[in-house]
């Protein structure tokens, strides 16, 4: 067939489904989730593109997904009226990873010993099918277009595009058909109860009707196809809200925190947010993106609209606004005023969800902190409004060994003790054996130890919490005096303070302009010297990252 284009895979696909053909992983059904999370996706696009082009879906199909099983032929094909893919998308999107957030993960896998647990733990969307399917078939026809493409591929190497057959061609008539031949150890996938448990567990809140085709009998619908976030919190269980979460965020683990209302006055919207309890693999891309889904009643706009600030992009769900117009442009969603309103309000509540899950289940608080803390203090230094409300937030590993909020860092100050203690490092290892801990030692002061890197940043701003200024140990204006010593220690014995004027001349005279001045402290206790920063320069640890990236 000359008319047929073969393609290579890109490196890191072709790495991706050699690791799933060899893999010994048996839970192969989040396969099924991805096609219709994608299926689901395509038909969100197709509804979003036709407010402005309504010719798009006219009198045709209306957006939905059917699933069907063929035993005769050993296929499963899950097939979608949503906007489809023209042969270029074909190539583009069924031949290379785009989402950074995948390559890293698709790195981890490889390096992993059994990194095969991982798929199940995030997915890796329209590749998983190979684990189930030794050759799939997509057959597609983008809404509004007159050619119908086949691609088709057995793994390995690369996959092949065509035009349809005219048969094929006949039938899509929009959107996506995907064929799966199965694989022999695969075939439980024909069985509709196999295919119900699993739409039951995992596409529920798909908000098209899945429609499951069978060869006798008429299709049946087997999602409950609503908007949740529209029904109210008294009908809903956690159960409920925990599968929401999965397949509205596409996710694999339980949320940590579940946030559901509805706002009614100037403006009325719904909202139903989720934070996971687990971190994903592009937390720490450049773009900062969050991923909160924008609805304009019940009709999804967009994942793009910045509804989060960059420091809660780990955030997942919806918004869906009563008010807004339904044709939103690109320039809308920058400008909106009443866009502008609502992520300020959402934000705020956001907030004081999180510190009411800190009192009330600091278990599932603790989960959030433990994965996302170290981008929750990206606010400190961005959301000068919420600062305060951030660093009571916070957790900190001390040098007590437990993890601190600064309320209770308050709480243990010692006699006369009127700031709070901190020092930067890499490791709280590293940090614990830093002799500019000596003197807080002497006297049982806690310090704070940051390690996380973004922790060089907010500090370098004069902080205060509940009225105590949060200090430096590695800069120069500490003094310990007034704090009663209680430990003993040798710095304790008497010293001969008329020796102190000469040994810092010499010490003055030999350092020359390698330093700017050299004191005497009351610092250490066991270390002989030790260097700091100046009370007004840059923090050492700052100065350290910043050389680093300039580098
Ligand atoms: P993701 O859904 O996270 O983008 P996938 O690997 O699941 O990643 O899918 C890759 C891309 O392929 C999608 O972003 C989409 O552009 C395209 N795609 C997959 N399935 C369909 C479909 N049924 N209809 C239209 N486009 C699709
Ligand atoms: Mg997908």
Redesign the pocket.
Known sequence: DTATVSHSFQAEVSELLHLMVHSVYSETDIFLR?LV???S??CDKLRYEAIARPELIGDGEPPQIRIIPDKTANTLTIA?S????DRQ?LID??GTI??SGTKAFVQKLAEAKDGTGLIGQFGV???SAFMVADRITVI?RRAGGSEVWTWTSSGGAGFEVAPSSEEDANRVTR??E?VLHLKDDAKKYLETYEIERIVTAYSDNIQFPIMLVQPEGEPRQINSASALWQRSKSELSAEDYAKAYKSIANAFDEPAMTLHYRAEGRYSYAVLLFAPSTKPFDLFEPARKGKVKLYVRRVFITDDADLMPAYLRFIRGVIDSEDLPLNLSREMLQNNPQLAQIRKAVTTRVISELEQLAEKDAENFDKIWESFGAVIKEGLYEDFERRDKLLALARFITTSGEKRSLKQYVEGLKENQTEIYFLVGDSIERLKSNPRLEAAKARGVEVLLLTDPVDAFWTSARLEFDGKPLKSLSQGDINFDPIPVTESTPADEAQPAADEANTIALIKASLGDHVTDVKVSTRLTTSASCLVAGSHGPDRELERILSQQAR
Do not use: K, Q, V
Not at 82 to 85: D, E
């Open positions: 991805e999370s994608n299926a996706d395509a979608d949503g906007i489809g893919m998308e999107h069924l785009a989402r969307g329209f590749y597609s959107g996506t995907i």
